[in-house]
């Protein structure tokens, strides 16, 4: 059994946020997994799925951001699961919009609703798969995580939501190491034009 985390503000005002990309990388899933619906439990929202003969806990915890790891460690807690098998997908600002890698471990780089989850869960030893936002060219990095997406990403975001999932799903499937091989992949630069 693995849990798969994603992160996010609950609420319609923050819905369309780069901050909750994780918590539409959860809904993606849902939708492509044909998941139960979504329960309120373990201060967020989860639902059950079984996938390749693997059963799957999908969370959306609902504390805000900077209290995610109360709603994961109760979600632990209950289904007697460790770190090993705790996915934490989250945006990341050190990674330009529409680049993907999976990681186990290591640090927050200053992401609260990673700080909370070390915190609360004993330690950094979870995979976890970062979608890149990108940062600011200008203004706030506040700012930047609780707006929309922009004009520019949009049309691409349906893609990038895929290929987190497929991320995720792989961590499940197939284990950490062979996703990161498979999707740890930095785009080709665009070739100039003639």
């Known amino acids: 059994m693995h849990l798969l985390v994603g992160l996010g503000n609950p609420g319609s005002k923050y819905a369309a946020h780069r901050h909750n990309v994780g918590f539409?990388?959860?809904e993606h899933l849902a939708a492509g997994w044909g998941?139960?619906?979504?329960r309120e439990k373990f201060q967020g929202q989860f639902a059950r799925?079984?996938?390749?003969?693997?059963?799957?806990?999908?969370l959306k915890p609902q504390t805000f951001m900077n209290l995610s790891g109360q709603?994961?460690?109760?979600?632990?807690?209950?289904f007697k699961l460790g770190l090993s098998e705790l996915v934490v997908i989250h945006d990341e600002l050190d990674l330009a919009f529409g680049v993907l890698k999976v990681?186990?471990?290591g640090g927050t780089a200053?992401?609260?609703?990673?700080?909370s989850i070390l915190a609360s869960c004993g330690g950094p030893d979870f995979v976890r798969v970062r979608v890149g936002i990108g940062r600011p060219r200008s203004g706030s990095t506040e700012h930047h995580v609780l707006s929309d997406f922009s004009r520019e990403e949009c049309p691409e975001l349906a893609d990038v939501l895929e290929r987190a999932s497929l991320?995720?799903?792989?961590?499940v499937r197939?284990?950490?190491?062979?996703a990161m091989n498979r999707h740890n992949t930095t785009p080709a630069p665009e070739k100039p034009g003639p």
């Open 110 to 115: 200053g992401h609260n609703g990673l700080k």
């Open 35 to 38: 998941a139960e619906p979504f």
């Open 103 to 105: 990681k186990v471990g």
């Open 167 to 171: 991320a995720a799903a792989d961590v």
């Open 71 to 78: 709603s994961v460690q109760k979600a632990l807690a209950y």
């Open 49 to 58: 799925v079984r996938t390749e003969g693997e059963e799957v806990v999908l």
């Open 24 to 26: 539409m990388v959860i």
């Open 174 to 178: 197939l284990g950490a190491q062979p």
